[in-house]
T-cell receptor, first 115, second 111 residues
């Protein structure tokens, strides 16, 4: 079956702008998690959505937000972009019913560059 | 709080040599541990998880709760094993899950 897809794959924005990233999970998966990957901080958890509700949240400022639609697709929004937001944003999906035992499947990522 | 440490950022071995990628964790409960791998220009993918007790591509990992470690081992490294390896811990959080990753180890297998 098709894997996790993310669009767009690359983005260039300027400081102060906002950006929306999209993630389509594997069919049947209801949980979508977002991660930020940077050379300095590594992979950090942003938030998790399950059945259109945010279920978990990492330690990121309120400029980072997300939502999930009834078909489990998810979007992530970053407002008032800062240079430090330049990163690879990864989306991962899972069934969402087995707690910590879940295996998460990752998309290819969206590479965001903030100038 | 949950934390994962991979002490080696870079690891270089020769083909056919044994390889061990170290991973230590801290977590107050009973964690689930994973190893993810990222080959060049490919997405992050699951290599193995401790609950499965599988051997994938010749790799194994044993959870040592006393030493809070989950080291990844392979007896004979192959050139195609060159990749970035991430150890990750999943802890139960309000019925969902979140992965905490280590900093990663870049493994290079030389011919």
């Amino acid at each position: 079956k098709a894997g996790v897809t993310q669009t767009p794959r690359y983005l260039i924005k300027t400081r102060g702008q906002q950006v929306t990233l999209s993630c389509s999970p594997i069919s049947g998966h209801r949980s979508v998690s977002w991660y930020q990957q940077t050379p300095g901080q590594g992979l950090q958890f942003l938030f998790e959505y399950f059945s259109e509700t945010q279920r978990n949240k990492g330690n990121f400022p309120g400029r980072f937000s997300g939502r999930q639609f009834s078909n489990s697709r998810s979007e992530m929004n970053v407002s008032t972009l800062e240079l430090g937001d330049s990163a690879l944003y990864l989306c991962a999906s899972s069934f969402g019913l087995a707690g910590e035992k879940e295996t998460q499947y990752f998309g290819p990522g969206t590479r965001l560059l903030v100038l | 709080a949950q934390r994962v440490t991979q002490p080696e950022k870079l690891l270089s071995v020769f083909k056919g040599a044994p390889v061990e990628l170290k991973c230590n964790y801290s977590y107050s409960g009973s964690p689930e541990l994973f190893w993810y791998v990222q080959y060049s220009r490919q997405r992050l993918q699951l290599l193995l998880r401790h609950i499965s007790r599988e051997s994938i591509k010749g790799f194994t990992a044993d959870l040592n709760k006393g030493e809070t470690s989950f080291h990844l081992k392979k007896p004979f490294a192959q050139e195609e094993d060159s990749a970035m390896y991430y150890c990750a811990l999943s802890g139960l959080v309000t019925s969902g899950s979140r992965l905490t990753f280590g900093e990663g180890t870049q493994l290079t297998v030389n011919p």
